[in-house]
């Protein structure tokens, strides 16, 4: 976890993070079988089970080659706009940008455009993400310290993230819940029942899971006494 500890503490409740490590995953896994290999032996009864929403997105199929992305006019012209940011690539290349459009259609993308620059005039971020939808959000596009062979892919946001997690906690008998977890914050984008979504987002609020060379997509949370914090300290 580098610098990051193992225990956080939320709502005066502390909570172990084990991650847990995997090979590369790809469209040739299952996910439910990969979370039963890897995280079930670690496991123990209430813990929870998180998993990355990238590599949900992979097991689905839906990371991109760069080589295989061809950018129409929208999308190179779009990309131009696009705020650059410290964390990530987003929807900043013609590439993502054009993913974008495919993933929600062109006309909504000019309407998310159209009301993220009135937004910004009036001092307000997020309009466009908001417009543009969850889908939009959750691509991700090429960064040198994400894992090969998705360093050069475009990775989109995995289908039915709500039913796929309520199969995985079918099939391993521990609730679920597929994240969009980054050192800025995060988001639940679906869980099985007995999962509270918010106070799962406070507990992952310093993304402990590794997204590059960790090979680490999967991770444990388990509810610890308080003396666990102090060992910790």
């Not at 006019?73 to 650059?84: E, G, I, P, S």
Request: hydrophobic share 45%.
């Amino acid at each position: 976890m580098g610098e990051k500890q193992a225990i956080i503490e939320a709502r005066g409740q502390a909570y172990l993070r084990i991650p847990v490590r995997t090979h590369v995953l790809t469209a040739a896994d299952r996910i439910e079988e990969v979370v039963a290999a890897y995280a079930l032996p670690l496991a123990r009864p209430g813990d929870i089970i998180f998993i990355s929403e990238k590599a949900v997105a992979a097991t689905q199929g839906r990371a991109i080659p760069l080589e295989k992305i061809r950018p129409g006019f929208w999308a190179r012209l779009l990309c131009r706009f696009v705020r650059k940011v410290s964390y990530g690539i987003g929807l900043g290349i013609p590439e993502t940008m054009e993913m974008a459009i495919r993933e929600v259609g062109l006309w909504r993308i000019l309407l998310a455009a159209f009301i993220g620059a009135l937004g910004k005039l009036l001092g307000r971020r997020g309009d466009f993400y908001r417009v543009a939808g969850r889908a939009v959000a959750a691509i991700d596009g090429p960064t040198p310290y994400t894992l090969p062979p998705y360093n050069t892919c475009v990775v989109l946001g995995p289908k039915d993230p709500e039913k796929v997690a309520c199969r995985i906690a079918a099939h391993v008998g521990l609730p679920v819940a597929i994240v969009d977890i980054n050192d800025l914050g995060g988001t639940v984008l679906g869980a099985s029942p007995g999962v509270e979504n918010d106070l799962l987002v406070a507990i992952l609020r310093d993304n402990p899971l590794g997204q590059g060379a960790q090979q680490t997509p999967i991770g444990l949370i388990r509810a610890v006494s308080a003396a666990a914090v102090t060992g910790v300290s």
